[in-house]
């Protein structure tokens, strides 16, 4: 266990000390920001705050301010850890770590751990600062402050822990740039592309966009789709059970493959 944590809070300073990091979450969050607070009167969701962000439409609202981090922040999520366990293996760090006690199996679940604590901690102490605010500014009531955290650990959290999972693998078998590439075009085609118009895993128990769970646990959009939400709470916990299960699969495999990889050395 000292080794697991060891590790796991060295590649956590390691992955959150990289500036590439903390400018694109400032920036998108900046982002965020001025689009729940600057007025826009044509949107049909900007209306009157104080009115519509009531007790009883408040978790809807809260999942989906926590749904609209999930259309980038996995992108940025995916790109940043795609060079956490390569560089290992390029730098020679890997052989050195294999000649002391680390099992492998330490080696991955510790890599994994530091580095999604790295992406998600951050977004996660802006979401609690976010639902400190909104209510400050007079948008929301003092109840957003703990619906968004608890909104981000169903929509944000599952994201991120799928992304970082294949994140870290794929590159060990395809150049780094090709799968950064490939990665931004899956995220939008499996996660927002409508299958009424082109095939897509949208709406399956493979989405990782977090929509199953932000329509199933929370409602779906208050404003602009009033009615019943799309899914319901079991296939929202369905889908999260898929995804666990989805992230423990690459895992296995990926330590297939390294065990594999160091009996041949």
């Excluded at 400050?136 to 109840?143: E, K, N, R, V, Y």
């Excluded at 992304?163 to 590439?181: E, N």
Aim: proline residues 7%; positive net charge; hydrophobic residues 55%.
């Amino acid at each position: 266990m000292s080794l697991f944590l060891d590790l796991a809070r060295r590649e956590f300073k390691m992955s959150i000390h990289r500036r590439s990091l903390w400018i694109s979450y400032i920036l998108l969050m900046a982002f965020f920001v001025g689009t729940l607070v600057l007025p826009i009167s044509d949107d049909p969701a900007r209306v009157d705050p104080v009115n519509v962000i009531a007790l009883e439409n408040l978790w809807q609202y809260a999942g989906e301010y926590t749904f609209q981090f999930n259309v980038f922040l996995p992108i940025i999520v995916g790109i940043l850890s795609a060079d956490r366990m390569q560089r290992d293996f390029h730098l020679g760090v890997r052989e050195l770590q294999a000649s002391t006690p680390l099992s492998l199996n330490t080696y991955i679940l510790a890599k994994y751990a530091g580095v999604l604590a790295s992406m998600f901690l951050p977004v996660f102490m802006w979401i609690l600062g976010l639902g400190v605010l909104l209510p400050a500014l007079g948008l929301a009531p003092w109840q957003m402050a703990y619906a968004l955290p608890v909104a981000s650990l169903a929509i944000t959290l599952p994201a991120f822990a799928f992304v970082t999972a294949f994140s870290l693998a794929c590159p060990l078998i395809m150049p780094l740039r090709v799968y950064q590439i490939l990665f931004v075009g899956y995220w939008f085609w499996g996660n927002f592309l409508s299958p009424d118009f082109f095939p897509t895993l949208n709406g399956t128990l493979l989405t990782a966009g977090g929509s199953i769970a932000f329509n199933g646990f929370f409602g779906g959009f208050p404003a602009r789709n009033p009615g019943p939400a799309l899914y319901t709470p079991l296939y929202a916990s369905l889908n999260l059970l898929v995804l666990a299960l989805c992230i423990a699969a690459v895992l296995t495999v990926l330590h297939l493959y390294l065990g594999q990889k160091a009996r041949r050395a």
